[in-house]
């Protein structure tokens, strides 16, 4: 629907260059023409207006459409954008309307198309869910608004007016366009979502405030990779980032089994190209992966390739949530957050952490995910364990008498049938596919959730034992 906001006032523009400026009947078509053209799109923005849920802070009437090449072309509207966007299309039709008669020695046409397409560049400003993009629309604004203070002002100094307008608006959003550069820097991505999902420590933000992606220029850089990608060495595919950021071990020498001394890292400093490629993730968190992605977590992926991990569950989960927040706290620069959304009309807190973006997940994220849709791995046979499935359980089953049911909402009928052959070959479990509100989910007998469940204890938390009726 965002889509035809702005596509609206584009067909308004290229009818009205179809009439020529001719004779007075013309002009008045072209008048015409372009208020109707705003009229519909307001009322188009009523409509929006109305059908948006202002209880819950998630985008709305998302559209996502084929990635640029250095950011994706998604639309969306939260509770603030939603009124800027109702403002634009409730203004444009009254400055159409307060000059139907003033214009009379100039170009009509040139005008109203103007009006026309300055609407869409403002709805795109307001309405693009990429920090890049949104810069890029604002500045696309100055051509048109250069255009009509130049031809249509008023007074002998139009032209300056004009001129200094353009300057002094492009060297005041210069600044702005640093700052989004240092962003990209730091997250290797521009999106929103996953702007949203990290955490910017303060000092981080200070140099967004104080300082400028030249004075940076060892963060911009440290992303050029040379020619030879294939070696290990990651001083030589990363030759510009910073060495120094880890100190030298002079003192601990121990041997010791990978990811058994891992420690949190929150609030730590960026981490440099080269470290964020160091941090791997050791086999005892392969299955608690697993298991969260199959349940609650999910990936976000970056232009650079590196992707973040998030998980969310219920206040009333909280006891499994910091579980699996401690074991990924080595992965996050900060500490879990509450997020409210609303479903199916009511209010729900829960609580939501997120990994650095890291290149450890993305071999996950090309698993479990195509064309940013979550899907069920091919390789879930040999990759399904007792642990991960202990945490699938935790993160999304709900007990059903003496039974189980696994809520896979998310994935299609085949991906279920899928996934059952799995449990019935690999586990021996007796499972049969249950439709709710036209979604499959997989219920898993009483008696198979007797016969596993001695060995999904190890790993449950205490407060989840009730699913599998203990």
Same mark, same amino acid.
């Given at each position: 629907?965002?889509?035809?906001?702005?596509?609206?006032p584009?067909?308004?523009a290229?009818?009205?260059?179809?009439?020529?400026?001719?004779t007075?009947?013309?002009?008045?078509?072209?008048?015409n023409?372009?208020?109707?053209?705003?009229m519909?799109n307001?009322?188009?923005?009523?409509?929006?207006?109305?059908?948006?849920?202002?209880?819950t802070?998630?985008?709305?009437?998302?559209?996502?459409?084929?990635?640029?090449?250095?950011?994706?072309?998604?639309?969306? #509207?939260?509770?603030?954008? @939603?009124y800027?966007? /109702?403002? $634009? +299309?409730?203004? !444009?039709? %009254?400055a *159409?309307?307060?000059?139907?008669?003033?214009?009379?020695?100039?170009?009509?046409?040139?005008?109203?198309?103007?009006?026309?397409?300055?609407?869409?560049l403002?709805?795109?400003?307001?309405?693009?869910?990429?920090?890049?993009?949104?810069?890029?629309f604002?500045?696309?604004?100055?051509?048109?608004?250069?255009?009509?203070?130049l031809?249509?002002g008023?007074?002998?100094?139009?032209e300056?007016?004009a001129?200094?307008?353009?300057?002094?608006?492009?060297?005041?959003?210069?600044f702005m366009? #640093?700052?989004?550069l240092? @962003?990209?820097s730091? /997250?290797? $991505? +521009?999106?929103? !979502?996953? %702007?949203? *999902?990290?955490?910017i420590?303060?000092?981080?933000q200070?140099?967004?405030?104080?300082?400028t992606?030249l004075?940076?220029?060892?963060?911009?850089?440290?992303r050029?990779?040379?020619?030879n990608k294939?070696?290990l060495?990651?001083?030589e595919r990363?030759?510009?980032?910073?060495?120094?950021?880890?100190p030298?071990n002079?003192?601990?020498?121990d041997l010791?089994?990978f990811?058994?001394?891992l420690?949190?890292t929150?609030?730590?400093p960026r981490y440099?190209?080269?470290?964020r490629?160091m941090v791997?993730?050791?086999?005892?968190?392969?299955?608690?992966?697993?298991g969260?992605?199959?349940?609650?977590?999910?990936?976000?992926?970056?232009?650079?390739?590196?992707?973040?991990l998030s998980?969310?569950?219920?206040?009333?989960h909280?006891?499994?949530?910091l579980?699996?927040?401690?074991?990924?706290?080595?992965?996050?620069?900060?500490?879990?957050?509450?997020?409210r959304?609303t479903?199916?009309?009511?209010k729900?807190?829960?609580?939501?952490?997120?990994t650095?973006?890291?290149?450890?997940?993305t071999?996950?994220?090309?698993m479990?995910?195509?064309?940013?849709t979550?899907?069920?791995?091919?390789?879930?046979?040999n990759l399904l364990?007792?642990?991960?499935?202990?945490?699938?359980?935790?993160?999304?089953?709900?007990?059903?008498?003496?039974?189980?049911?696994?809520?896979?909402?998310?994935?299609?009928?085949?991906?279920?049938?899928?996934?059952?052959?799995?449990?019935?070959?690999?586990?021996?479990l007796?499972?049969?596919?249950?439709?709710?509100?036209?979604?499959?989910?997989?219920?898993?007998?009483?008696?198979?959730?007797?016969?596993?469940?001695?060995?999904?204890?190890?790993?449950?938390?205490?407060?989840?034992?009730?699913?599998v009726?203990?």
């Open positions: 629907m965002l889509q035809l906001l702005l596509i609206i584009i067909i308004g290229l009818l009205t260059t179809l009439v020529p400026e001719t007075t009947e013309n002009k008045q078509k072209i008048k023409i372009s208020i109707t053209t705003a519909i307001f009322i188009l923005s009523i409509i929006i207006f109305v059908l948006f849920d202002s209880s802070s998630e985008y709305q009437f998302v559209s996502q459409f084929s990635q640029i090449s250095f950011c994706d072309f998604n639309l969306g #509207l939260d509770g603030i954008s @939603i800027f966007v /109702l403002l $634009t +299309t409730f203004i !444009t039709p %009254i *159409l309307i307060s000059n139907y008669s003033n214009i009379k020695q100039k170009s009509i046409k040139l005008f109203f198309i103007s009006f026309l397409l300055l609407e869409t403002q709805i795109a400003v307001f309405t693009v869910l990429d920090l890049f993009l949104f810069y890029i604002f500045e696309s604004v100055l051509p048109i608004l250069f255009i009509i203070i031809v249509y008023s007074g002998q100094n139009k300056r007016s001129l200094l307008f353009f300057l002094y608006t492009l060297a005041g959003s210069l366009l #640093l700052a989004v240092q @962003i990209y730091y /997250l290797g $991505t +521009t999106d929103y !979502t996953i %702007i949203s *999902l990290t955490e420590s303060l000092e981080s200070k140099i967004l405030w104080l300082t992606p004075q940076q220029g060892r963060n911009l850089t440290s050029v990779v040379i020619k294939n070696t060495n990651l001083l990363f030759p510009r980032s910073n060495i120094n950021y880890l030298s002079n003192k601990c020498r010791v089994v990811g058994s001394n420690t949190s929150v609030n730590y440099t190209t080269i470290v490629h791997q993730i050791p086999s005892d968190l392969q299955s608690i992966i697993l969260i992605l199959l349940s609650d977590g999910h990936l976000w992926i970056n232009k650079a390739g590196n992707t973040l998980f969310k569950q219920s206040l009333g909280i006891e499994f949530f579980f699996v927040f401690n074991k990924f706290i080595n992965y996050c620069s900060s500490y879990p957050r509450l997020d959304t479903i199916n009309g009511k729900q807190v829960g609580i939501l952490f997120a650095r973006v890291l290149p450890c997940f071999e996950w994220y090309e479990f995910y195509i064309n940013k979550k899907i069920v791995p091919l390789d879930l046979y364990t007792y642990e991960a499935l202990a945490y699938w359980i935790m993160g999304d089953g709900t007990k059903s008498g003496q039974g189980l049911t696994l809520q896979t909402q998310s994935f299609t009928i085949k991906e279920c049938v899928f996934i059952i052959s799995i449990l019935i070959h690999k586990f021996g007796k499972c049969s596919i249950h439709m709710q509100r036209n979604q499959p989910t997989i219920y898993i007998s009483a008696k198979s959730v007797r016969q596993i469940k001695a060995k999904l204890l190890p790993y449950f938390v205490s407060s989840m034992i009730y699913k009726n203990l």
